[in-house]
């Protein structure tokens, strides 16, 4: 009687220890976002804002280095690697290259620039969604702008791959290509055809998530010329969330 008792009892703790696994699995990682601010003029000038997350340590370290990471090798002139510097000492090294670039031409009155602005533009349980808005003025003909969307799993802390945000590339890409060809007839007198340089059509390099829908983004050169700017649109969920395998 005690032993088929015992059994019993044996069963029962064992299935609320799984049960207690199974929910401490699928809870959801608490991750909130700080606002981080650099401003350096007596220089170069420099303005660095940037999310900075706040949370579950492993998931914090993991998107605060992606981000740290990106925005040092924005900063960087250089062709080395530079993931192992901070922001400050990447804000530190720039001013130095510009104080060098000074003192070879004294003559110059160009101060460089470097700003870059960060913000988480969705978050959901499956997806967080950061935009990094960087400008670089270094004394060219022009200051370049780039903007880049980082997707990261909010459990892990991990970037998505586009293949894992995606489950229907070639029916995702014929909806965004008729959405351009849309946005370019009604802001561009130049053939979309002219666009992608001959080639055909092309992804966005990143893509990013908003509350309205999927955001699509063209940096300059990456399609059309540097006079065309950045081209972004934004396309509903209701009409991409069956390619899509987060949203």
């Not at 049960?19 to 909130?32: G, Q």
């Not at 992804?203 to 700017?229: F, T």
Request: net charge negative; hydrophobic share 35%; proline share 3%.
């Amino acid at each position: 009687m005690f032993n088929r008792l015992y059994q019993v009892l044996k069963k029962k703790i064992l299935l609320v220890v799984a049960l207690s696994f199974l929910f401490s699995c699928n809870e959801e990682v608490k991750i909130d976002f700080l606002e981080e601010n650099i401003e350096a003029s007596k220089d170069a000038e420099i303005s660095i804002n940037y999310p900075k997350a706040d949370g579950s340590k492993v998931v914090s370290e993991l998107i605060n280095n992606t981000i740290k990471n990106y925005i040092v090798s924005q900063t960087n002139l250089s062709e080395d690697s530079l993931t192992n510097l901070s922001i400050n000492d990447a804000v530190e090294r720039f001013n130095t290259e510009y104080k060098n670039f000074k003192n070879d031409f004294p003559d110059s009155s160009q101060k460089w620039e470097a700003f870059i602005d960060g913000e988480v533009t969705y978050r959901s349980p499956e997806v967080i969604s950061i935009a990094i808005n960087s400008y670089l003025d270094t004394g060219g003909a022009h200051g370049n702008t780039n903007i880049k969307f980082f997707n990261f799993n909010p459990q892990s802390g991990e970037l998505y791959s586009k293949t894992e945000l995606i489950n229907n590339t070639v029916g995702l890409s014929n909806v965004i290509e008729n959405k351009l060809k849309e946005e370019v007839k009604s802001n561009s007198d130049e053939p979309i055809e002219d666009f992608f340089f001959g080639k055909d059509f092309q992804l966005p390099e990143s893509i990013g998530y908003s509350d309205e829908g999927l955001i699509i983004l063209y940096n300059p050169y990456e399609i059309a010329s540097y006079s065309q700017g950045i081209i972004e649109f934004t396309i509903p969920f209701n009409e991409v969330n069956s390619l899509l395998n987060i949203n």
